[in-house]
């Protein structure tokens, strides 16, 4: 069921997707998030702030992970996650629940998430929704660092997609929390460019060694996609460059 100023959008995998356009909408990095999850079909895993639940449906899609428990603490989107797996027939495989992630203790072989990694200042967007998406209003990186670590099991994996001005903040929250950055990648939009994305793979109680992959470059000079993007579009998987 849609609502009001809700729209139907078709994404990767066969995804029907129900958005709105006002506020929180599909973007790249829920690709390359999705994209940079290790396989590992029986792990348990949960996505902190789920938003249209776009991520935990590719990942359910691909069959890269088992169940699913998809945490967001705005209702609207939390109930939103619910009807967009109902909607692609995966509310079998993917579990929504409104809850804020600081509070939470359970345990998960995986944890995923694309934070919210702006400062509270500045102008406010008209959508409050969509603002508290991307700024620090319900948490910052270091609470959703140490709310993985509180819910990972021993040797568990979290996976998190960040802005690469907030790298130092990521990187020394996920030491802070004992959950060790283990593999990192950043994203630019060509050679041109300077990264505009970076993605972290930690691993809770890992011994110190992160191995940096090379740049992903997501297009040519002519626009057209690299083939290491259209390979991931295709496989669903991170390029095979480690």
């Known amino acids: 069921m849609m609502l009001a100023n809700e ?39 949960a996505e902190f702030g789920s938003g249209s639940g776009i991520v935990s449906l590719l990942l ?46 359970e345990q998960f072989d995986v944890i995923y998430s694309n934070p919210p990694y702006m400062r509270t200042a500045g102008q406010r967007n008209r959508d409050e929704g969509k603002y508290a998406a991307r700024h620090e209003v319900n948490g910052g990186l270091r609470d959703f660092c140490f709310s993985a670590a509180r819910n990972l099991k021993y040797g568990g994996r979290f996976y998190c997609v960040c802005r690469p001005d907030r790298a130092v903040d990521l ?28 993605l972290v793979e930690g691993k809770r109680g890992g011994k110190p060694s992160c191995r940096v992959l090379p740049t992903l470059f997501l297009q040519r000079e002519d626009g057209r996609p690299t083939e290491e993007a259209e390979q991931m579009g295709r496989t669903g998987d991170w390029p095979d460059r480690e």
Request: glycine share 6%; proline share 5%; charged share 25%.
């Open 171 to 198: 990187i020394a929250a996920m030491r802070e929390a004992a959950v060790e950055p283990k593999r990192m990648v950043f994203v630019s939009p060509t050679a041109a460019h300077p990264p505009c994305l970076m």
């Open 60 to 105: 359910a899609a691909r069959g890269k992970v088992g169940r699913i428990l998809a945490v967001e603490v705005q209702e609207y989107y939390a109930d939103l996650t619910k009807r967009n797996a109902e909607l692609n027939g995966m509310a079998h495989r993917i579990e929504a629940r409104c809850a804020d992630i600081r509070e939470m203790k």
């Open 7 to 45: 729209t139907m959008t078709a994404v990767n995998d066969g995804i029907r997707l129900i958005q709105n356009p006002e506020g929180l909408t599909f973007g790249t990095d829920a690709l390359l998030l999705a994209a940079f999850v290790r396989r590992a079909p029986a792990a348990s895993a």
